[in-house]
């Protein structure tokens, strides 16, 4: 616990921007109101089968990502560490398991609890297992994957989704270490649990002294006219962050050239360069899984958790997809949510498919350093909460 008190304190510090550019666009100021989203939270409030997960990425089956999606079509939701069994007597049953990742697919674009199906894999003794295991050249027998962002790609209409090969460490800060950075692609007309599934290790994971480590994958934006995207390049742009300070850098690549990692470009602060090792901090105090998206106005907005592990949830304005970045503007206080001194919010983030034109839906998950002391006690606790920001 003190531990995880003094990362909390590290991450907790001054943000900066280090990218220096200067720009005639508003940055500061943006009008919005902001209210629970109730009908968003209650559809992942479940009692059988799934009934709690993190790590939560909507992706559009149809590849558009910059807008709501249709009523006929599917989105997938992508799921880290998630709890599958039954909640009886506002318990958990004996039975319960938790597994590392798993997936679910919403039919349409409202939050209809009957749409939403979840999936997860089986073991050999017929239980709950994780959809995705990692299966690569650089994987240890120990490793498992949580998830980062991903999309469809319109070169070859594969799903791509960003895997962290996780591994426990005992003298890790909280018990576990993320030591590998992997793509997972999934085939166009595949069904979970994609047995069928391609998975690459990447030079994307981010290693450096101590806990000075991280990946890119933290956030996706596609920004070709096929994805819906206002002001299109024709690039698809990754976000990586890094170390207990929360450091923000970008990359992008083409559609077509997404598995050619030789062809990914990172920013430099003025430039796109080929070598991953200068890519420039953009911000810093962000969160490991983050949101970028435009808005209606021409700009964009990158959605976060303050600082890795605030209670706050926060937008910042922001020119381009490099930037340059607004001050953190506070969208939603989850101290609400916190019934307990042992639970921790983090990772908010939004979803463009699921928002109507001018809104934003949002995110964030909720956990507790006690898991499964706290679950006893409170079995829905661990999934997403969402809200619902409207600018003005």
Request: aromatic content about 12%; some cysteine; charged content about 25%.
């Amino acid at each position: 616990m003190k531990k995880l008190a003094l990362l909390c304190l590290i991450a907790c510090g001054t943000m900066q921007t280090t990218l220096a550019q200067t720009t005639p666009v508003n940055l500061t100021d943006i009008k919005f109101t902001v209210a629970e989203a109730p009908e968003w939270s209650a559809m992942l409030k479940r009692d059988k089968g799934w009934f709690g997960g993190d790590g939560i990425y909507s992706i559009p089956l149809n590849g558009v990502e910059g807008k709501q999606a249709k009523a006929n079509d599917k989105i997938l939701f992508i799921f880290s560490d998630t709890m599958v069994g039954e909640i009886k007597d506002n318990t958990m049953a004996p039975g319960y398991k938790m597994i590392h990742n798993s997936v679910a697919i919403l039919d349409g674009n409202r939050p209809q609890p009957d749409k939403m199906k979840f999936y997860w894999d089986t073991d050999a003794k017929g239980e709950a297992e994780s959809v995705f295991i990692p299966k690569t050249p650089k994987t240890d027998t120990s490793d498992y994957y949580w998830l980062g962002d991903g999309f469809v790609n319109e070169a070859d209409k594969a799903t791509y989704i960003f895997g962290y090969r996780v591994r426990n460490v005992a003298k890790a800060a909280f018990g576990f270490r993320e030591v590998g950075n992997t793509i997972i692609k999934i085939p166009a007309g595949s069904k979970p649990p994609y047995k069928d599934l391609k998975q690459t290790d990447s030079p994307f994971y981010l290693q450096g002294e101590g806990d000075d480590i991280g990946s890119y994958g933290t956030g996706i934006y596609v920004n070709t006219k096929a994805a819906g995207a206002p002001k299109p390049d024709g690039y698809i742009y990754t976000y990586g962050v890094r170390g207990v300070y929360k450091k923000m850098s970008v990359a992008r690549v083409k559609p077509e050239d997404f598995e050619n990692f030789a062809k990914w470009t990172y920013w430099d602060g003025k430039a796109w360069v080929s070598d991953i090792d200068k890519a420039a901090t953009l911000i810093d105090g962000v969160s490991n899984e983050l949101s970028f998206s435009a808005l209606p106005d021409g700009r964009y907005v990158l959605v976060h958790q303050g600082w890795g592990m605030s209670s706050d949830v926060y937008m910042r304005l922001a020119a381009s997809p490099v930037g340059p970045f607004g001050p953190p503007i506070k969208v939603w206080n989850t101290k609400p949510d916190l019934e307990e001194k042992t639970f921790v919010v983090y990772n908010g983030k939004a979803h463009p498919s699921l928002s109507k034109p001018g809104e934003l839906i949002i995110s964030y998950n909720i956990n507790s350093v006690e898991f499964i002391k706290d679950l006893t006690k409170h079995p829905y606790l661990y999934r997403p909460r969402f809200v619902r920001v409207k600018f003005e």
